[in-house]
């Protein structure tokens, strides 16, 4: 499985840009990254997803390099309800039982603050 | 979140005995999902199911059996519970695999 590498904690000012880095340097050439996001004590909330192109949504942009070995995402104007943990996860298909399914491993994940 | 419900919501439970978990979904998804979250581990994936009567098991299997007789029901079970079972359990719910999860409140699970 290709493991991903986010820094444990980064901070932000409420109303700019937080921009969120990941390497998954052993990707694979049909892997997705995903990423999602944990506000305290709640369920992990879908971000977005991509495979080569960059994506954009109503919650957040996904950056992904050309070799795919790297990826960002931008919440374009932070507020103080972002601050969470933000996971970023390359999904892996496994078959099991003559089916397949998406396996998601969530690592550590990188804890962002965002301030006043 | 809207659609998926998880009960209960907190339970304590003693050593060695039977624990069922439930997730119900409105959403008529196709694919649902329990994961366990501890510290240290992220979350992991116990069992899946990918349609009614249809299921599979996850990386953390074991101690665990689930049920789908229904759409919107998936049924997480605890044969004899023991303290290592101690977690949060999440559900989630999914139309195809590749899309991304919406996943419940959780249920927090404590062994004593």
């Known amino acids: 499985d290709a493991k991903t590498t986010q820094p444990p904690s980064m901070d932000c000012a409420e109303g700019r840009a937080a921009n969120l880095p990941c390497n998954h340097s052993?990707?694979?050439?049909?892997?997705?990254v995903y990423w999602y996001r944990q506000i305290h004590s709640q369920g992990p909330q879908y971000i977005i997803h991509?495979?080569?192109n960059n994506e954009t949504n109503e919650m957040a942009s996904l950056i992904i390099t050309e070799d795919r070995k790297s990826s960002t995402l931008i919440l374009p104007h932070a507020t103080l309800r972002d601050t969470a943990v933000y996971y970023c996860?390359?999904?892996?298909?496994?078959?099991?039982?003559?089916?397949?399914?998406?396996?998601?491993?969530f690592g550590q994940g990188t804890i962002l603050t965002v301030h006043p | 979140d809207a659609g998926i419900t998880q009960s209960p919501r907190h339970k304590v439970t003693e050593t060695g005995t039977p624990v069922t978990l439930r997730c119900h979904q409105t959403?008529?998804?196709?694919?649902m999902y329990w994961y366990r979250q501890d510290p240290g581990h992220g979350l992991r994936l116990i069992h899946y199911?990918?349609?009614?009567?249809?299921?599979d098991k996850g990386e953390v299997s074991d101690g665990y059996s689930v049920s789908r007789s229904k759409t919107e029901d998936f049924l997480l079970t605890l044969e004899s519970a023991t303290s290592s079972q101690t977690s949060v359990y999440f559900c989630?719910?999914?139309?195809?695999?590749?899309?991304?999860?919406?996943f419940g409140s959780g249920t927090r699970l404590t062994v004593v």
């Open positions: 199911s990918y349609g009614v009567k249809d299921t």
């Open positions: 959403e008529n998804h196709r694919y």
């Open positions: 991509g495979l080569k």
């Open positions: 989630a719910i999914s139309v195809r695999q590749a899309d991304g999860y919406t």
């Open positions: 996860i390359v999904r892996v298909d496994r078959n099991a039982g003559g089916t397949s399914y998406g396996k998601l491993t």
């Open positions: 052993t990707i694979s050439g049909n892997e997705y």
